[in-house]
């Protein structure tokens, strides 16, 4: 479905977008004015263009003082999935692996075999975003998928080849591009060394401390498990304690590592009758 929509999208229409998501961190609904600028299309075009693409459900119009588009999540998606594939980075888009709340799944081909894209549906609050708010003003929510998309992106990016997670290929609007894991979530499997692989999680989690990530989301959804390892997902919503500047958003930090921490003791304990003790732990990764 996704990928006969994207067929029938055309050059033109590329553009209008291209100029939307080039304002899209400026204005809320960009004015025609400013997209037959920045994509040299003439304003009485972009304005037919925004009117069929609105009809198709991929833009959103609000007529002010002047006429303003903005994307949906599946306007911004396929604009996305463009980006990728003008770049020859994405030849071909698979099927639907999955679709929730948070993020539409799809399997791909890419310049590096098979893949997964995965397109970002939401933002997460953050001290980030509080700081950001007040440069940024009034944003479009799709502005917020875009920043969960490079966030999980930058992640992946410190902790590929030194924490076991997907490597990650690229990243275009609210979509990222990475290695295809072929294995299964933790509590989707019934494990024969509970204690091992607990115990090996928190290597993990205590070397992504190390390097400063905290995943923020950790628990059996989010580790995917095959007998040849596990691998840690979804990151939009990590932690870089680089870009932490004060002593209250450390222990913020602090607070959602132990949050996380506390989800698997506490899968574990239940799940495989564990006796593992939380505190203990979360000491274990902050010394
Ligand atoms: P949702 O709202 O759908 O739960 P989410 O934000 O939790 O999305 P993820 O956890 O990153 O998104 O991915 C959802 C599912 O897609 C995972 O549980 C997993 O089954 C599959 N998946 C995600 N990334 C990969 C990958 N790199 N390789 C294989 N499967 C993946
Ligand atoms: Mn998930």
Redesign the pocket.
């Known amino acids: 479905m996704l990928a006969e929509r994207f067929r029938r999208i055309r050059g033109l229409a590329w553009r209008v977008m291209d100029g939307i998501f080039e304002n899209m961190w400026d204005y809320k609904f960009v004015p025609v004015e400013i997209i037959s600028r920045d994509s040299n299309v003439e304003e009485h075009k972009v304005e037919k263009v925004l009117k069929s693409l609105s009809d198709e459900k991929l833009i959103e119009l609000k007529q002010t003082e002047y006429l303003g588009g903005a994307f949906t999540f599946l306007g911004l998606s396929l604009y996305s999935l463009n980006r990728f594939v003008r770049k020859n980075i994405v030849t071909m888009l698979g099927k639907k692996?999955?679709?929730?709340?948070?993020?539409?799944?799809y399997n791909c081909i890419s310049k590096w075999g098979e893949?997964?894209i995965?397109f970002?549906?939401?933002g997460y609050p953050s001290f980030k975003k509080v700081r950001e708010k007040r440069d940024y003003g009034d944003l479009h929510y799709t502005v917020l998928m875009v920043r969960s998309a490079k966030n999980?992106f930058n992640a992946l990016k410190k902790l590929y080849g030194k924490v076991s997670v997907?490597k990650p290929y690229g990243w275009e609007g609210n979509a990222v591009l990475?290695?295809?894991?072929?294995?299964?979530?933790l509590y989707k499997v019934r494990l024969e060394n509970p204690k091992d692989v607990f115990d090996y999680i928190i290597e993990e989690v205590r070397e992504m401390w190390k390097l400063g990530i905290v995943h923020g989301?950790l628990s059996q959804?989010?580790i995917?498990v095959n007998p040849e390892g596990i691998?840690f997902?979804?990151?939009?919503q990590a932690i870089d304690l680089n870009e932490v500047e004060t002593d209250e958003e450390l222990r913020m930090a602090e607070d959602i590592l132990k949050r996380d921490v506390t989800n698997l003791v506490n899968y574990f304990n239940k799940t495989y009758r564990l006796n593992v003790d939380a505190d203990r732990v979360i000491e274990e990764i902050l010394h």
């Not at 990475?178 to 979530?185: G, H, Q, R, T, V």
């Open positions: 692996m999955g679709e929730g709340k948070e993020s539409m799944i893949a997964v995965k970002h549906k939401v999980e997907p990475m290695e295809l894991i072929d294995a299964k979530e989301d959804f989010n995917l691998w997902i979804d990151f939009p």
